[in-house]
């Protein structure tokens, strides 16, 4: 039988796979509401076959009404209790990321493995050392300051290399981002936003009553408006690179018009890219919120949220162009030689 034991409880996990489904009708509830209920013959992953009810909740969100050969997930308790958790989904999430690595590295070829090594190293530095330093009580926004600088240096140098237009294209982004960071800062708080209204954050209230769910907020929109900014830093800084390769006598003032063209080019696609991710990200809210008046809609904390997180992060996106063309010219025509 394959088990691990759950972190906020004493249960055990086990894997099995629905045999017969030997009852299912409804019975009536003290309230007088009627429940749904299953009596399932389970097949666990050591063979073990047992007998589990499924009790239907009337909430939506919660319902798991299953059949024959499903494969679910079920909990034990210290008593020999066994409950049903839900769908057993494991192989589905590995399957999608073994298409995703195999596409990166077979169409990237080296630098798809360098990428790739980046996205474990920061998904490392995030798990490890972004959040248990919240949880412990650390600034989310100076922890989320700290992990976008150390996570822009190590994504594109890794992939670019250690030379000028990795330097340009860090420096860049990372301005770009810490101003978006500060003035989602400021939106949070004079926008007076709470953080309570989902239930994950009504729950890290309570299991960590010091941690300030408005900076959470505000370190949200930093890290979320990186990826973007590091794609717009290192676009304009490579371009600018080989235009300066194939047109050295071109002067400071040239080369940053040239910048600031390239990146009103990328802008126009990047930003439309970041806000439609938010928008897909947040697609069931949109469609909740249509039907208010504008005049209540643009004062819910919950479309006023996800509106910074949207406009801040491309904000972000936006100054990351000025700046890297600045920094690249710079570097480009004064000839600083930082390449190993």
């Known amino acids: 039988m394959s088990s691990v034991a759950a972190e906020e409880t004493n249960k055990k996990i086990l894997k099995g796979q629905i045999q017969e489904v030997l009852l299912d009708n409804f019975t009536q509830l003290p309230d007088g509401e009627k429940q749904r209920q299953q009596l399932l013959s389970v097949k666990l992953s050591n063979q073990k076959n047992l007998e589990v009810v499924n009790n239907i909740p009337t909430q939506l969100s919660y319902q798991v009404v299953l059949k024959k050969g499903d494969k679910i997930l079920l909990s034990e308790d210290e008593n020999g209790a066994v409950f049903i958790e839900g769908y057993y989904r494991e192989p589905i999430v590995w399957f999608l990321l073994i298409i995703f690595v195999g596409l990166v590295i077979f169409i990237g070829g080296r630098k798809g493995i360098y990428a790739f090594i980046s996205l474990i190293l920061k998904g490392s530095l995030l798990l490890f050392g972004l959040i248990p330093a919240i949880k412990a009580g650390a600034s989310p926004i100076l922890m989320a300051s700290l992990f976008c600088i150390a996570a822009t240096f190590m994504t594109i140098s890794l992939v670019s290399g250690w030379n000028?237009?990795?330097?340009?294209?860090?420096?860049?982004?990372?301005?770009?981002?810490?101003?978006?960071?500060?003035?989602?800062?400021?939106?949070?708080?004079?926008?007076?936003?709470?953080?309570?209204?989902?239930?994950?954050?009504?729950?890290?209230?309570?299991?960590?009553?010091?941690?300030?769910?408005?900076?959470?907020?505000?370190?949200?929109?930093?890290?979320?408006?990186?990826g973007a900014s590091m794609?717009?830093?290192?676009?304009?800084?490579?371009?600018?690179?080989?235009?300066?390769?194939?047109?050295?006598?071109?002067?400071?003032?040239?080369?940053?018009?040239?910048?600031?063209?390239?990146?009103?080019?990328?802008?126009?696609?990047?930003?439309?890219?970041?806000?439609?991710?938010?928008?897909?990200?947040?697609?069931?809210?949109?469609?909740?919120?249509?039907?208010?008046?504008?005049?209540?809609?643009?004062?819910?904390?919950?479309?006023?949220?996800?509106?910074?997180?949207?406009?801040?992060?491309?904000?972000?996106?936006?100054?990351?162009?000025?700046?890297?063309?600045?920094?690249?010219?710079?570097?480009?025509?004064?000839?600083?030689?930082?390449?190993?």
């Open 231 to 340: 794609d717009v830093g290192i676009s304009i800084a490579s371009a600018l690179h080989e235009v300066y390769l194939a047109a050295p006598h071109k002067k400071f003032l040239e080369l940053y018009e040239i910048g600031l063209n390239i990146g009103q080019d990328v802008m126009g696609t990047m930003v439309n890219t970041l806000i439609l991710a938010y928008a897909g990200s947040a697609l069931a809210t949109i469609i909740l919120i249509s039907q208010i008046a504008p005049s209540y809609l643009f004062n819910m904390e919950l479309f006023v949220k996800e509106m910074i997180l949207a406009v801040v992060g491309s904000i972000g996106l936006i100054l990351t162009i000025p700046s890297t063309a600045l920094l690249s010219s710079y570097l480009y025509t004064k000839q600083v030689q930082i390449d190993k």
């Open 164 to 226: 000028s237009k990795t330097l340009a294209a860090c420096i860049g982004t990372i301005f770009g981002v810490i101003i978006a960071g500060i003035i989602g800062a400021w939106a949070v708080q004079a926008s007076h936003l709470s953080g309570l209204l989902e239930p994950e954050m009504e729950t890290l209230h309570y299991q960590f009553p010091a941690l300030k769910l408005t900076e959470l907020i505000s370190a949200g929109v930093i890290i979320g408006s990186l």
